[in-house]
Structures are given as C-alpha cells and as structure tokens.
T-cell receptor, first 112, second 111 residues
Framework: NAGVTQTPKFRVLKTGQSMTLLCAQD?????MYWYRQDPGMGLRLIHY???????AKGEVPDGYNVSRLKKQNFLLGLESAAPSQTSVYFC???????????FGDGTRLSIL | GQQVMQIPQYQHVQEGEDFTTYCNSS?????IQWYKQRPGGHPVFLIQ?????EVKKQKRLTFQFGEAKKNSSLHITATQTTDVGTYFC???????????FGSGTQLTVLP
C-alpha cells in the first residue's frame, strides 16, 4: 500500500513563479490536510478538506490555494511564490477530523 | 491564540537511559496527540489522549494527559538508538482545524 504520495519531492522556484504540489492517498480517507514545517517549528496547517469538493482555510492560508476535485487527490497551489514560502510541505490524511494520521514524505520547496 | 509549548527543545541521552518530554498548553484541551519524526522523514502519528488523567502505554513509551487537560508528557524507558528523532505534541480544542503543534523535542541517543 502506498498510503500518501506527494510529488514532487524537491523543487526550486524563482520568486513570482507558480506551481502545484500534488498529494494522493489510497486509503479512501475523507479528510486531507496540507501543512508546512519550518526549521525548529512544529507543523502549521495551511488548508484542509473534509471531503471531495470541499476545502477550508487553516492557520496560514495566505498565498496558497487548494482543490479537491477527487476524493483521493488534494492539490496545493502557489500562485506567485515568495521566499517566505520556502519550507517543507507535508500532505496528510485521516479517517476522522481529530487530526492527521498518515503523512506523505514531504516536498522540499525553495524559493529564490 | 492557543499556544502549545514543549520542553526541552533538545535532549541527548546515553542508550539505556530514560527520556521525558513535556507539553504545556495555555488553554484547556479537548485532546492531545503525539507524533514522531525521524531525521529527514515525515511525522508519524503515535497516539491520541482524550480523558483527564489518561495514561497509555506503547511498549517502552508512556503517554500521560494531565488532570486539568493542559499538559501532557511522553516518557521513554531505556532508550534505544531507534528512538532517535523529534517528538511533537499537538493540542486540540476540538477538531484538526484547532490542532496546534508544539515545536518538538529533538532526541539524540548516544550508543
């Protein structure tokens, strides 16, 4: 079982460029999350979804957009990348809304 | 806003020694969750505590939720090199939307 799969694993962008991070889960989970992790800090919730076609803002949503067109996929978009968005991004899923249970391997994103 | 503080930030122990990390919240929590993250890896969910005074064990790991539901601890007995990593607590006022992560305790186990 793959669990939660994130692509790409690494990416370097220039300021102002846009990109989409992909997340796929094969556990039929309703709930999916996008977090960012910065050095020396815990995870911060960017956006989350409680089911296909639904999304909601988390703690740090500015500069990001998300979409959940299919239950198994949760996409995170950066419209105009900024250096402050340099981080490690983790996608996660769960069977309930208590919190993330299964994480992907992360995407290491650098904005120059 | 809700704050979750975790201490210590770093801990080095000799293999076989015990280890404890503490988590304190500024507000009463509905539940607390613990995660482990190996260096370069992704977080792995360990456990969720819900009840006041709850104690749960997983082999050498003991998790405790305070009576006032504002603090929690993770204790590892007789550490092994496989315990290396950062341990995060995350306190919630209800749902995942209200889950706040601590900054983690980085554990190093010296052989």
């Amino acid at each position: 079982n793959a669990g939660v799969t994130q692509t790409p694993k690494f990416r370097v962008l220039k300021t102002g460029q846009s990109m989409t991070l992909l997340c796929a889960q094969d556990m039929n989970h309703e709930y999916m999350y996008w977090y960012r992790q910065d050095p020396g800090m815990g995870l911060r919730l960017i956006h989350y979804s409680v089911g296909e076609g639904t999304t909601a803002k988390g703690e740090v949503p500015d500069g990001y957009n998300v979409s959940r067109l299919k239950k198994q996929n949760f996409l995170l978009g950066l419209e105009s990348a900024a250096p402050s968005q340099t981080s490690v991004y983790f996608c996660a899923s769960s069977y309930d809304l208590w919190g993330p249970r299964h994480f992907g391997d992360g995407t290491r994103l650098s904005i120059l | 806003g809700q704050q979750v503080m975790q201490i210590p930030q770093y801990q080095h122990v000799q293999e076989g020694e015990d280890f404890t990390t503490y988590c304190n919240s500024s507000t009463t929590l509905s539940n607390i969750q613990w995660y482990k993250q190996r260096p370069g890896g992704h977080p792995v969910f360990l456990i969720q505590l819900v009840k006041s005074g709850e104690v749960k064990k997983q082999k050498r790991l003991t998790f405790q939720f305070g009576e006032a539901k504002k603090n929690s601890s993770l204790h590892i007995t007789a550490t092994q090199t496989t315990d290396v990593g950062t341990y995060f607590c995350a306190g919630s006022l209800g749902s995942a939307r209200q889950l706040t992560f601590g900054s983690g305790t980085q554990l190093t186990v010296l052989p």
